[in-house]
């Protein structure tokens, strides 16, 4: 192979993988952009949760997770439940939740749900104070303890 050949493969290799970042950067930023411009959708009891991403943690330690997934994240407010999903959905009562707790970083709005018969929580990035904040008040009106961040966005 000579010095020009070696030169157009590199060159190539390279056009390739900056083509397949770039592709999963666009559908990235697009379904955070879908996402953070939803609202809440409801039918009947029902409140469906807008999710850009979910992950389990541990109970009091919400920035440490030991999974995570964008791919289907899920969220719903039922009537007598919720349903929450990472990677297998759950299904827990409401007087299971102990805390419901918000954090915020640059470009997130997480809401965190401890729940008391298990270790583990349950984070969903919304991207939208907005809808963080709608979804604590409803789990607030269910019953769900606020903790002092999640009580101040409400008060905002």
């Known amino acids: 192979m000579s010095k020009a050949e070696a030169t157009i493969f590199i060159f190539a290799i390279v056009l390739l993988i900056g083509v397949g970042w770039l592709t999963i950067f666009l559908y990235i930023k697009s379904r955070l952009s879908a996402v953070r411009h939803s609202r809440i959708k409801t039918e009947g009891e ?88 709608d979804a604590i008040k409803r789990l607030a009106e269910k019953g769900c303890p606020l903790s002092a961040r999640a009580s101040g966005l409400l008060d905002r």
């Open 46 to 133: 029902v409140a469906n949760i807008p999710l850009v991403a979910a992950f389990s943690g541990w109970r009091g330690v919400p920035w440490i997770c030991w999974s995570s997934s964008d791919l289907k994240p899920t969220l719903i407010l039922h009537a007598d439940h919720i349903e929450c999903r990472v990677i297998r959905r759950r299904r827990k009562p409401y007087d299971v939740v102990s805390r419901v707790d918000y954090r915020q970083t640059v470009g997130t709005a997480n809401i965190v749900l401890e729940f008391s018969d298990s270790l583990s929580s349950f984070v969903g990035n919304t991207a939208n104070r907005d809808t963080a904040r």
